[in-house]
């Protein structure tokens, strides 16, 4: 039976580069751009920094790794200690009867 994989895919986000700009000037001096003339694309470019195809095992421990930064992250006061409960509670629900 073959082992089931997950695929993970990180990736930026970026506007794209304009096609065409335009600066203001005085003489010589080149000054602020004039964003309202800017052309280029209407768009999203999305780019694929890196691939992880990870074994259950794999998936388990990073999953471990990732709750106990939140946890941390918890402590220092930068995510809501119940928010955080509230989302693990939707991945793990306790069975009906179960004590945490």
Do not use: C
Not at 57 to 77: D, P
């Amino acid at each position: 039976m073959p082992v089931p994989y997950v695929h993970m895919a990180i990736f930026s986000q970026r506007r794209p580069i304009p096609t065409a700009v335009e600066y203001a000037s005085k003489g010589k001096v080149v000054g602020q751009e004039l964003k309202e003339r800017r052309e280029g694309r209407n768009a999203v470019v999305r780019e694929v920094e890196s691939e992880l195809i990870l074994d259950p095992h794999a998936t388990v421990q990073l999953t471990m790794w990732l709750l106990e930064k939140v946890k941390n992250l918890s402590n220092l006061g930068v995510v809501d200690q119940k928010q955080m409960a509230t989302a693990v509670s939707k991945i793990f629900p306790l069975e009906p009867g179960e004590k945490t």
